[in-house]
């Protein structure tokens, strides 16, 4: 049986909003029995068109690495972080910046990041970013020591509402090191 | 106050309003602080940790000053970074080894820019600085990098997920096993006679260890999954299968290695890993 436009689009909004983990465009077209699929491309369209419908509504749908969600809009967030009484610890600025380090230049090994911040990665900070399955090891670099490449998780991305690493802000430009030479002499 | 609000330009104006001799006079160095030059050593220790290394101090100091990083005039960075240095060693906060080795790199540097050059070694040979130089670029890079980092919108802080709070459905109660013993026993039977009826189609010898089907069992379990107990056996494996397995059951039971849970009587027994129905 086919089913209306409406009755679809009820369907993936519902779903999205009840599911506790988002939900990618696969997962969403599962939910349908075989004869009431509708397409994916449908699917997308009907996305698209409830993302606008809420644009007016405190609520948004977004897609994150991991697929939609529905999340509260970040003006809010002076209102609605109240209801929970511990905030998140805030990043320091060595974590942000080992962070950094590993998303714009994985895989990457501890002592790279050390090379470019001039100071020794503290075990905690690596430690930190595990526990929140920001950052895994993707394997071992093969020189002697065989020391760990870390790089970024889907979780980093969803935490920080980006879709691909290409989201990522651009890293700012280098100066060519030849014209800097040429500047010096 | 904290961290965050502090500025490191609140508390340290050093080498603009000390004097020169400031800094060569080793043993006079607290004394020669101007008198409303008051630095807490607290505000200190604050204010070296504002800095994530001496590359950030470095920084610090050629952007204090609105110098180009690519002409860093080198003696005069050095005696200021040196300066700091000294200070914080003065009150006794404890230095990463990394500011000194850059103060040593610092003086490298200069002193190499000092030396005579040979007149053909120098077009191939860099510029002193050159290294230093970009390593600083690098680093301010990803110092950058890590402030966009912190603006993007994070989960929260500024995101909140909003969804319907599912309702609690535990399909399995959470309580382990504590029914009579012969509740086990009579599932057990159950296979028995299952694998009875199959017990023809027994061909070859099993060859089965009891530790090879500790092994087995405890690997299907592994991943937290719930296995009703009659899935475990192989009924192909008949009599001697059955038992294996079932000795197995038991003694994973009694080294606490797995639970049986069960909703009711006569209900299917589940098997799962041990302590999964107490988180």
């Given at each position: 049986m086919k089913l209306s436009t409406a009755l679809i689009k009820n369907v993936i909004e519902s779903a999205v909003f009840a599911s506790p983990e988002p939900l990618t465009v696969d997962e969403l077209l599962n939910l349908f029995a075989d004869e009431e699929k509708p397409s994916r491309l449908q699917l997308q369209t009907l996305l698209k068109e409830l993302q606008t419908e809420y644009a007016t509504r405190p609520l948004e749908i977004v897609e994150i690495a991991s697929g939609y969600r529905f999340q509260v809009r970040a003006k809010f967030s002076p209102w609605i972080?109240?209801?929970?009484h511990d905030k998140p610890p805030k990043l320091s600025r060595a974590m942000l910046e080992t962070l950094a380090i590993i998303a714009y230049?994985?895989?990457?090994t501890r002592a790279e990041i050390e090379a470019i911040r001039g100071v020794v990665v503290s075990t905690q900070i690596i430690k930190a970013l595990f526990d929140r399955e920001?950052?895994?090891?993707?394997g071992h670099r093969?020189?002697?020591?065989r020391p760990a490449l870390l790089a970024t998780t889907r979780e980093f991305l969803d935490a920080f509402s980006?879709?691909?690493?290409?989201?990522?802000p651009p890293l700012a430009a280098l100066r060519d090191l030849e014209a800097i030479d040429k500047e010096l002499i | 106050m904290s961290v965050s609000e502090f500025k490191p330009s609140d508390v340290l104006p050093l080498t603009d309003s000390v004097p020169q001799a400031y800094a060569r006079v080793y043993d006079e160095i607290l004394t020669q602080l101007?008198?409303?030059?008051?630095?807490?050593p607290d505000a200190l220790a604050v204010f070296l940790e504002s800095f994530e290394g001496p590359l950030d101090l470095l920084l610090y100091l050629i952007r204090k000053q609105n110098l180009d990083i690519l002409d860093i005039p080198v003696a005069e960075i050095t005696r200021q970074y040196v300066s700091y240095i000294e200070l914080m060693q003065e009150l006794n906060i404890?230095?990463?080894?990394e500011y000194l080795l850059m103060a040593a790199l610092l003086a490298e540097i200069k002193s190499r820019l000092l030396l005579p050059k040979p007149a053909q070694a120098q077009a191939e040979?860099?510029?002193?600085r050159a290294e230093l130089i970009r390593r600083l670029q690098e680093y301010e890079r990803f110092k950058q990098a890590a402030e966009n980092l912190a603006d993007l919108p994070q989960e929260g802080r500024d995101i909140f997920i909003a969804h319907a709070q599912a309702p609690?459905?535990?399909?399995?109660?959470?309580?382990?096993f504590v029914g009579d013993f012969s509740l086990l026993l009579n599932a057990m039977r159950d296979v028995m006679q299952r694998a009875q009826l199959q017990q023809?189609?027994?061909?070859?010898?099993?060859?089965?260890?009891l530790e090879q089907r500790l092994q087995e069992v405890l690997a299907r379990l592994k991943t937290g999954a719930t296995i009703a107990f009659?899935?475990?056996?192989?009924?192909?494996?008949g009599r001697i299968g059955v038992v294996v397995t079932f000795m197995a059951i038991l003694e994973l039971l009694k080294q606490q290695l797995i639970e049986l849970v069960q909703e009711a009587v006569f209900t299917t027994i589940y098997v799962r890993q041990y302590g999964l129905g107490e988180t």
């Open positions: 972080s109240k209801l929970w230049r994985q895989p990457v920001w950052i895994v090891v993707v093969e020189v002697p020591g980006l879709k691909t690493l290409a989201e990522l | 101007p008198e409303d030059l008051y630095i807490p404890d230095l990463a080894a040979e860099d510029d002193p609690v459905r535990d399909i399995l109660p959470s309580e382990p023809s189609h027994v061909v070859a010898e099993g060859g089965l260890t009659n899935e475990l056996f192989t009924l192909q494996e």
